[in-house]
Nanobody, 115 residues
Framework: QVQLVESGGGLVQAGGSLRLSCAVT????????MHWYRQAPGKQRELVAGITSGRFTNYADSVKGRFTISRDNAKNTVYLQMNSLKPEDTAVYYCGASIGGSYYWGQGTQVTVSS
């Protein structure tokens, strides 16, 4: 019943910005932590950023100072603001969330950064 619907991916030049959104729909009892992951060709999936229900955040070293994760509890939505994008940020980005004792994944959205 719970689904995570992502949007905001696309093609951008190096140095540009994108904002990813992930809206949670369905029967939601509680939302604990929410995360953004990414997987680039030939690489393992990695955690990019996370945010707790108390809005504590953490980031991968590679994106610190450039990416910002946030959430809007009224909209059940998590965002990833990506600034100063680099070609190495190119990947499929996935959102995930801990909800009611289970973990759910979004469908993934492609982010491509050209040089």
């Amino acid at each position: 019943q719970v689904q995570l619907v992502e949007s905001g991916g696309g093609l951008v030049q190096a140095g540009g910005s994108l904002r990813l959104s992930c809206a949670v729909t369905g029967s939601i009892f509680s939302i604990n932590a929410m995360h953004w992951y990414r997987q680039a060709p030939g690489k393992q999936r990695e955690l990019v950023a996370g945010i707790t229900s108390g809005r504590f955040t953490n980031y991968a070293d590679s994106v610190k100072g450039r990416f910002t994760i946030s959430r809007d509890n009224a909209k059940n939505t998590v965002y990833l603001q990506m600034n100063s994008l680099k070609p190495e940020d190119t990947a499929v980005y996935y959102c995930g969330a801990s909800i009611g004792g289970s973990y759910y994944w979004g469908q993934g959205t492609q982010v491509t950064v050209s040089s």
